[in-house]
């Protein structure tokens, strides 16, 4: 590529929409064409788009997230309701984005503007997948994961969470394992700047093609990522889930 900005308005002449505004994420066609067969019923379920923001804007989303976060231990196992273990080692900051107190994202500009970049780059892709022509960015994750620690073992996401979840690495590396489908293992090394677009409840209709994933193997001291999500009952809380901004959870 030539210099050149990619990012919603290159990727809406696809669907043959306009996007006025400038997008943070520049994603050329070659990247679109692999997420759409990523995400499609023949494909793994989850893409990875290295790079997917500049150096400028990994700087501002990483000073952000230093000043703005106090971190709150998550340590535990239990059972799901699928009967699965999961055990979890890391570090949490969760917050509501429609409701409860919003002070982290009054002073963080460029956070804001990616998740309603985010957005606009999930609902651009209702041409393909006309499930995400509504999906609102409900809320927002952040992780901090220890080398050594265990990480967050192999789960699904909660089915309350549709169409596509977005987790973007700020800091550190890590394996990202999850199995398809089938049962197939497979992985994607993530470093920051990468975004790993997976695909959740209802994306291909009401079938459930949730791929289960895990991040266990941190390689750098520490790995922070950050995911956001859209909720169909954001009024809700979440079993086990804590938000710090929202007293209902
Ligand atoms: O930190 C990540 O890369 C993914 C986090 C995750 O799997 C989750 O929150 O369910």
């Given at each position: 590529?030539?210099?050149?900005?990619?990012?919603?308005?290159?990727?809406?002449?696809?669907?043959?929409?306009?996007?006025?505004?400038?997008?943070?994420?520049?994603?050329?066609?070659?990247?679109?064409?692999?997420?759409?067969?990523?995400?499609?019923?023949?494909?793994?379920?989850v893409?990875?788009?290295?790079?997917?923001?500049?150096?400028?804007?990994?700087?501002?989303?990483?000073?952000?997230?230093?000043?703005?976060?106090?971190?709150?231990?998550?340590?535990?196992?239990?059972?799901?309701?699928?009967?699965?273990?999961?055990?979890?080692?890391?570090?949490?900051?969760?917050?509501?984005?429609?409701?409860?107190?919003?002070?982290?994202?009054?002073?963080?500009?460029?956070?804001?503007?990616?998740?309603?970049?985010?957005?606009?780059?999930?609902?651009?892709?209702?041409?393909?997948?006309?499930?995400?022509?509504?999906?609102?960015?409900?809320?927002?994750?952040?992780?901090?994961?220890?080398?050594?620690?265990?990480?967050l073992?192999m789960h699904k996401d909660?089915?309350?969470?549709?169409?596509?979840?977005?987790?973007?690495?700020?800091?550190?590396?890590?394996?990202f394992d999850y199995k398809?489908?089938?049962?197939?293992?497979?992985?994607?090394?993530?470093?920051?700047?990468?975004?790993?677009?997976m695909?959740?409840?209802?994306?291909?209709?009401?079938?459930?093609?949730?791929p289960e994933h895990a991040v266990?193997?941190?390689?750098?001291?520490?790995?922070?990522?950050?995911?956001?999500?859209?909720?169909?009952?954001?009024?809700?809380?979440?079993?086990?889930?804590?938000?710090?901004?929202?007293?209902?959870?």
């Amino acid at each position: 590529m030539t210099g050149e900005r990619f990012g919603p308005p290159q990727y809406v002449d696809v669907g043959g929409n306009t996007v006025a505004r400038e997008s943070l994420l520049q994603i050329g066609p070659e990247q679109l064409i692999d997420i759409v067969e990523r995400l499609d019923h023949d494909g793994s379920g989850v893409a990875h788009i290295p790079r997917v923001i500049s150096p400028t804007t990994l700087g501002r989303l990483q000073h952000e997230a230093n000043n703005g976060i106090i971190w709150r231990k998550v340590d535990g196992a239990f059972v799901n309701e699928r009967g699965v273990r999961i055990e979890q080692r890391f570090d949490a900051f969760a917050l509501k984005l429609l409701e409860g107190d919003q002070r982290f994202m009054d002073i963080s500009p460029t956070t804001r503007k990616f998740i309603g970049d985010i957005q606009d780059l999930i609902r651009g892709l209702a041409f393909l997948y006309p499930s995400l022509e509504p999906w609102t960015a409900d809320e927002i994750a952040f992780h901090l994961y220890h080398s050594g620690d265990g990480g967050l073992s192999m789960h699904k996401d909660n089915s309350r969470h549709p169409g596509l979840i977005a987790t973007l690495s700020l800091r550190g590396i890590a394996k990202f394992d999850y199995k398809t489908v089938d049962g197939k293992a497979n992985w994607v090394t993530t470093a920051p700047g990468g975004l790993v677009l997976m695909r959740a409840t209802g994306l291909l209709g009401n079938e459930d093609l949730r791929p289960e994933h895990a991040v266990t193997t941190i390689y750098t001291p520490q790995r922070v990522s950050m995911t956001i999500r859209a909720n169909t009952r954001p009024d809700e809380p979440i079993p086990r889930a804590e938000y710090d901004n929202w007293s209902k959870s």
